[in-house]
């Protein structure tokens, strides 16, 4: 497609994903002029919901925006008509997740509750088939046998490593391939493809900069508290998927460590980086204290409300290990897989949790088109806005 050819059905395909109020725009630009994060490079999100209004689907999908917005909702508070932008913008990124993916899946469950629910239930129901049949098949335990009997977790680890390779890693081929995907579209779209602009490692360093800090959450001014909870998620995740992957031993197994073994105490760090984070944004959503926390939906709380759970039964699991409640033990681990394999294959590579490479790349990229911006890019824009 033509990065200026209009598709009529854009308005009606962007609207699957979610709220988007365009029909109340007036086009004032108070919602632009409200945002810290909107420059003249970058400005969102009037220039986004344009267009879609115009079906201008090629520009969208180049375009960087709806990533570079953190969603603090300013623009809602700004919006004289109450069209709530935030939302659209947030409606804007699960319809990008989903045309970036290859594999169908994204696009069917951000378009669907049902499919959102059915996609982590199904999930789970596997993880609980495969541990009951794990049980019965292999380690020959009789059902019977299950309320009763404590298979230690030593027992069946081994299959557990590669279980717990494959859940990580699986996922995040495919985010990765999907990155590049929208690398790809977004890169090699003419308005990048003349002038100076900054190099690879400098756009690397970028990357890495935003991926490991969340730092453009910090430059809005009613963000910070944000920033530092999302900081909070974001060590605590990375932290557990370091492990999880490079140190996998250290947890799978019966063995409690000393007290002051790193093992215990990277666990602890994690899990009060997941637990504060998480802990923090849903009390604040129960409350309403932002703008942002007011159209919550149901992405948002279900994200959160797994990253939580998955902390708060792995300490749960870890107190009853040490306190040899063998019994305990089992089913926690049970439930700790239940609530953290969905949270792994469906979110890191189809959901909430793309956002942790979609945002930093997306800013690496927009450095690179404020390198080069040409005149003509704006005025041939300037002039399909004029004509259309
Ligand atoms: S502030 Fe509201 S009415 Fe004005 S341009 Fe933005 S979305 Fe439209
Ligand atoms: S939600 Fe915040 S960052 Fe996003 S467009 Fe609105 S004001 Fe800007």
């Known amino acids: 497609m033509n990065y200026y050819e209009s598709d009529l059905k854009l308005m009606a395909e962007v609207r699957r994903y979610g709220k988007f109020d365009a029909e109340g725009c007036f086009n004032c630009g108070s919602c632009t002029l409200s945002c810290d994060l909107s420059n003249d ?23 960087v925006d709806p990533w570079v917005c953190h969603d603090c909702g300013d623009c809602s508070v700004a919006c004289p008509r109450q069209t709530k932008p935030q939302e659209s913008m947030m409606t804007l990124r699960r319809y990008l997740v989903s045309a970036y993916d290859w594999t169908g899946i994204a696009s069917k469950i951000n378009r669907s509750k049902a499919g959102y629910i059915g996609a982590l239930s199904f999930m789970a129901v596997v993880v609980l088939l495969l541990t009951g049949l794990y049980h019965v098949y292999v380690a020959k335990m009789p059902l019977s046998d299950l309320t009763t009997t404590a298979l230690p977790l030593e027992h069946m ?39 100076s602009s900054p190099s690879l490692p400098s756009r690397v360093l970028t990357f890495l900069t935003h991926f490991f800090t969340y730092k453009k959450m910090a430059e809005c001014p009613t963000g910070k508290s944000r920033w530092v909870e999302h900081l909070f998620i974001g060590i605590g995740c990375l932290m557990m998927l370091f492990v999880k992957t490079f140190a996998l031993s250290w947890f799978q197994t019966d063995q409690v460590h000393p007290f002051f073994h790193p093992q215990r105490w990277v666990g602890y760090l994690a899990t009060f980086f997941l637990l504060y984070g998480t802990g923090s944004i849903l009390i604040a959503r129960i409350k309403k204290e932002k703008e942002v926390y007011k159209s919550s939906g149901l992405q948002d709380w279900t994200f959160l409300l797994l990253l939580f759970g998955t902390a708060l039964s792995g300490i749960i699991l870890h107190l009853c290990r040490i ?62 806005y004029a004509t259309a």
């Open 323 to 384: 306190s040899g409640l063998e019994l305990a033990t089992c089913y926690t681990y049970a439930i700790h897989l239940i609530i953290a394999v969905p949270m792994l294959v469906i979110e890191m590579p189809f959901g909430k949790w793309t956002h942790m490479i979609y945002r930093p790349l997306a800013i690496s990229l927009q450095s690179k088109k404020e390198g080069t911006l040409q005149p003509q890019w704006s005025q041939k824009e300037v002039s399909k």
């Open 41 to 63: 490079q970058a400005t969102f999100p009037r220039k986004s919901m344009r267009h879609v209004v115009m079906g201008v689907k090629q520009a969208l999908l180049e375009s």
């Open 157 to 195: 680890f081994p299959t557990m490593t590669y279980f717990t390779l494959a859940v990580i890693l699986l996922p995040l081929l495919i985010l990765t391939t999907n990155a590049f995907r929208m690398y790809g579209l977004i890169a090699s779209a003419n308005q990048y493809s003349r002038g």
